[in-house]
Structures are given as structure tokens and as C-alpha cells.
């Protein structure tokens, strides 16, 4: 490399360094701040009324699987925690699947239309983000509680006698975010479903694909990218979900969301709350971190 | 005789109503078994249309397309022992050049160790056995062009389809590609059916041609016949250039303008035609004796060859091919007057 290059490259590092600044200072205070508190607090005594008192302590951290009987002092595993975070991956695994299964043939749909319609659709997909989460779960324990609009309707056709109870279920939690996150699965996936070569489709009928290997063998292969993508923003935010299972779930029908809520609130104990927030981050970021290498590799060996 | 390939008044209407367009207007074609068939065309005359159909992406409008004479017309693709090659290769970008050849015995449910060996074979047969690793994105259009070829030969089809698949390629490479695609077809002895619009290409590679015009299918024969016995005025100005002179024809005989009277063939129709003849069977002599008059006019040298234009008494502009000599000594001066004949059998009356 001549001397000029090496001086031009430099100087093109350093103008991306400094016009990158602002983001990086932005995300180290907004990010990383706030999450060094929460590693701090994790690690001191809970006040009397919330708060933290500044002195050592592992208890919070302890308290996260374990729990301490008040009258011997001897630990055992705490199943109520130990259910409320197998729940929440239940639950955030299972909308993953089912956003995926509703959202493929979705995103497969709008990727083929002609440019116009899927301009329109695309547009429809994104108009329940304009609307408060709040006031948009509310309105699905509207239509799913025991009075509701499709208890209503399913018994006065008769199908059924006695109201479906799924308010305040699994179920409902479960649908509330399966609605929620669909569209954060639709999208990734349509960007990389418009990518792809439908000339490819003809190839692979051309050498004896049945339209199962074809699904299988050359599209979801191919548009993995937008599989990961979407499965990721759907995990995630829906692993930490706060207000669609408390809403639709009821105060039975924890998630890990909830739970640590209840810690800064009512159980005033700042640190556990802090503790589970930091446990949280490190399960999803294990959890990514195992998920995109097993599905790259799958992809290398064909 | 039981034809690999025919298709039967086959036709093909796209779209409906005000929007419908005819791509193909009863088509019958018979292609045997081990032939080199090539389809000549110009630009949208049905030759993708009519492929498609044969591989199964189009069902006819009307008509059939047989395969060993059994009628094949609503089978889907994947139940047909008919291998494409695509124009624009559509290799699977996620699959290594190894698994792109092998993914139609794949699909087939065939054992991998008889996978590994055919694909070993095939891409041996188009030497790339040192980029079986590597993705089709790794590779120069030459080799994508060799591994597309190698993909469709491996399951090894009946009826092997290429849609103009050296029109991405620059000319050198093409002329390349031409001679071993003409080597692995008669080493396979698979029938080819090869879509181009390159005269050329149609001319050097082929056991038979059809020319394709607007959905119809004007002649179908060897490539000299097609050359030197062409049917009419658009496939004699599409092969090849052609000197077109009007005449009039009686008893095996063409007067042209000016009185001169040509040798034609005994059942050529007669009345008022246009005769056609090659520049490369236009000689040029001194005036009289017979010969048509005619004053020269520019000559283009192309190095082995020049073309000298010439005018006719009634004014009709027609080209001769001469041989290149060393020395330049047989250049024709502009404006001077010459005698113009035709070499033996090479006029050709077309009916319209
Ligand atoms: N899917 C389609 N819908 C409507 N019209 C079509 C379609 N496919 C082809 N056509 C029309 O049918 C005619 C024949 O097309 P075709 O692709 O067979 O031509 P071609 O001979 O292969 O041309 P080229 O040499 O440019 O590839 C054209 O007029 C084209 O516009
Ligand atoms: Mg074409």
C-alpha cells in the first residue's frame, strides 16, 4: 500500500470514528449506564420501603433460584421463580414458533403481489403500531374474556354452552402476544422472501423437488437470514413482556417481566428485581448466542 | 418413428381477452431421439414459450407436447426426465458447486454414494473438478455457465433444454463453450433442444434448425438445407445475408431486370417472385456474355473477405464476397462497369 492510500485510509477511519461519536456516546450512557446500576444495586441490601441501603450483599442474587425457609434458615430450589421463568421461555418460544408459522406464508403472500398491493399491505401490517400497546391488549381481553365478543357470539349460535374460559389463561397471554409480535416476524421475513430469485423455484421443479423440498431445500435455506431476524425481535421482547401478561394473564399468570416489576413495586426489593433483570439479560444473550451459531452452521453443511 | 420430443398444433395464449397475446400459433414440431435441435429466432418469436412448454412451466392453450410419444402436455415439471439449462443459470446460491450438481439425484432419493460418483463424473465431464467447493458465487460466468450444464446432465434427463445459454458469455468464451457443449452432446448422446438467436451459433452446432418468426415455425431442416434452400424472404434475410432481386419465372428460368436469364430449379413456381442469392455466390467478370450489367460501388475490406456493393440496371443494390488477395490488386475501382453472374444452383426462387 503506497503511502498516500495508507494516509487516506487513515483519515477515513478517523472521519467514521467521529461521526459515530454521538451514537456511541448516546448508546454508552443509555445502555451500558443503566445496566452498570443494575449490576451495582444487585449486589446491595434491600431497603425497608424499596430503595437499596448501600451495603454488600448476596442475598438478592441467592434469592433468584433459592429460597430461604424463615424458620430454619436452610435453602431449597424456589419453584414459584423456577416456574415463572420456565413460563416466560415457554410461552416467548412458543410465539416464536406460531408468529413464524402465521407469519411465512403472510410475508411469502406480500412478496409476491405486484408492487402497488404490496406497498398497501405492507402498510396494514405496520397500522397496529400506531396504536398503544396498552389500549390494543385491552381490546383482545375484550374479545377473549368470559362476556366477551366471542363468547358472545359462539353461544348465541350455539356452539357453545358455557363461556370458553381463556382470559387469564396461558392461552391468552399466548395470543395476546402471538398478535403483538406478529408483525415484528412479518417484516424481516418479507425483506428477505423479496430478495429471493423465483427463478430459483422453477430450477428446483425443473430437478424433481417436490413442492416440500422445495420449501425445505432451497427457500428457507435461503432466506434464513430473515428467519433469524424475526425469530430474534419476537424472543426477545417477548421473553421480557410486561404488559400483555399482565393484562391477559392476570396476576396468577406471571412472566419474568412481571416479577421483576413486583420486586420495585409491592416487594420491595430493588435488588432481587435488579438481580432478575441482569439473570434475564444473561439468559437471552446465552440463548441468541446458541440459536444463530446452530443455525449458521446448519447452513455451512447444507 | 417414436420422436423424443413433439409438439402437436400446439399453441399458447398468454393473458385474456383485450390483453391476450398469441406467443406460439399452432407449432408442430418432431424432434428425434440423439438430435442436436436447435430453435433460431428473433427476439420474443416463442422460443422461450415453446421450452417452457416442453419442460413443463406452461401447459398448452391448445395441442400437445409428446415425450417418446406418449402425451406429456399436463405433467409437472418435476415428473418430467427433461433437464433445463437456464438463461440466467439460477444456481442455488446456499449450495456449493458439489451439491448444485447433485441436487437433482437428490431429489430423486438417490444414495449418496451414487451421488458423489455421477457428480464426480459430470464435473469432470465439464472440467470443474477443482471448484466442486466452492459457491456459485466464487465463480466466473464461464464456470456458473459449466456448473448450470453439469446440474441438469446429472440426473441424467432424456431431453436436455437450453435456453441461449452462452448469451451471457463474451465471444471467445462462447465459441468454447459451442464445441464442448457439441462434444458432451454427441459423447451423452442425449437429444438437445438449444434456443438461440444467433444464426451462427445455429449453424455450426446443429443436427437440425427451426426457425421461429412471430409464434409460428417457418422451416425446419439441416443447416445447409436451411441455409441454401431457404423458404421464404424472412428466414433467407435472417440466416445469413442474402441478396434479394426481383424476377420473373417461367420453365426454370428467372429473368431479372435488364433481360438476363438465370438457371433455376425446374419446379420453381412461376409468375413475378423475388430470386435469392448468397454475396458469396455473386461473381463478378467483365460486361456481357450473358451476365447481368452492374456498376460498382464501395468496397468494405473485413481481411479474408471484402464486400464489394454493387448496382444493378434497375437499380437494385445487391453485395458480392470476394476473396482477400495479398496485394490489393483485384480491388474493383468505384464506377466501373462489370458483368454480374451466379454460381451453378445457388438461386433461389421464395414464394413470398
Ligand atoms: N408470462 C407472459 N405473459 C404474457 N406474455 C408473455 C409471457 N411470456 C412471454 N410472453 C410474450 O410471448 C411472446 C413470446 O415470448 P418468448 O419469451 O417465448 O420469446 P423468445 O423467443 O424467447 O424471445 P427472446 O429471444 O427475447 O428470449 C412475447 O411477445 C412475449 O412478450
Ligand atoms: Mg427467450
Known sequence: ?302 | MVYAIEARSTRKVYGSGSFAVTALDNVSIAIRKGEFFTLLGPSGCGKTTLLRMIAGFETPTSGQILLNGQDISTQPPNQRPINTVFQSYALFPHLSVRENVGFGLKMKGRPDAQIAGTVERVLSLVKLEAMADRKPQQLSGGQQQRVALARALAPEPEVLLLDEPLSALDLKLRKEMQVELKRLQLELGITFIFVTHDQEEALTMSDRIGVMSAGHLLQVGPPREIYNRPVNRFVADFIGETNFIPATIAGGVATVAGGARLAVATDAPTGDHTIAVRPEHVRIGAEGDGALPATVGESVYFGTDSHVHLTLADGTAIVARQQSDATGAGVLAEGSRVGVSFADGSVQVLED
Open chain 1, 1 to 302: 500500500m503506497s503511502k498516500a492510500e495508507d494516509k487516506a485510509a487513515r483519515t477515513e477511519t478517523r472521519s467514521t470514528w467521529l461521526l459515530s461519536a454521538p451514537a456511541l456516546v448516546l448508546l454508552l450512557f443509555a445502555a451500558s449506564g443503566p445496566l452498570i446500576i443494575m449490576l451495582v444495586y444487585s449486589f446491595l441490601t434491600p431497603g425497608k420501603y424499596g430503595n437499596v441501603i448501600w451495603e454488600f450483599s448476596p442475598d438478592a442474587w441467592i434469592g433468584t433460584i433459592l429460597s430461604r425457609d424463615i424458620f430454619d434458615g436452610t435453602y431449597s430450589l424456589a419453584d414459584a421463580h423456577l416456574t415463572i421463568f420456565w413460563r416466560s421461555v415457554q410461552l416467548s418460544l412458543l410465539t416464536t414458533l406460531f408468529t413464524f408459522l402465521v407469519g411465512f406464508p403472510t410475508a411469502w403472500f406480500i412478496a409476491t403481489r405486484t408492487a402497488r398491493t404490496r406497498a398497501l399491505l405492507l402498510f396494514l401490517i405496520t397500522i397496529p403500531f400506531w396504536t398503544n400497546l396498552l389500549i390494543r391488549t385491552i381490546a383482545i381481553n375484550q374479545i377473549i374474556r368470559n362476556e366477551g365478543l366471542l363468547n358472545t357470539a359462539l353461544l348465541s349460535l350455539g356452539v357453545i354452552d358455557e363461556p370458553l374460559v381463556i382470559i387469564y389463561t396461558n392461552v391468552a397471554v399466548f395470543i395476546g402476544m402471538t398478535y403483538v409480535y406478529l408483525p415484528l416476524m412479518v417484516l424481516p421475513l418479507f425483506a428477505a422472501i423479496d430478495r429471493f430469485d423465483m427463478r430459483l423455484l422453477e430450477a428446483a421443479y425443473d430437478l424433481y423437488a417436490s413442492r416440500w423440498q422445495v420449501l425445505r431445500r432451497v427457500i428457507l435455506p435461503i432466506v434464513k437470514p430473515g428467519v433469524i431476524a424475526g425469530s430474534i425481535l419476537v424472543f426477545i421482547p417477548a421473553l421480557g413482556a410486561y404488559v400483555t401478561p399482565r393484562i391477559l394473564g392476570g396476576g396468577r399468570n406471571m412472566m419474568i417481566g412481571n416479577f421483576i416489576e413486583l420486586q420495585f413495586g409491592q416487594g420491595r426489593n430493588w435488588p432481587l428485581g435488579a438481580a432478575l433483570s441482569v439473570l434475564l439479560l444473561v439468559i437471552v444473550t446465552v440463548a441468541l448466542m446458541f440459536y444463530v451459531r446452530a443455525a449458521t452452521r446448519s447452513d455451512s453443511n447444507g
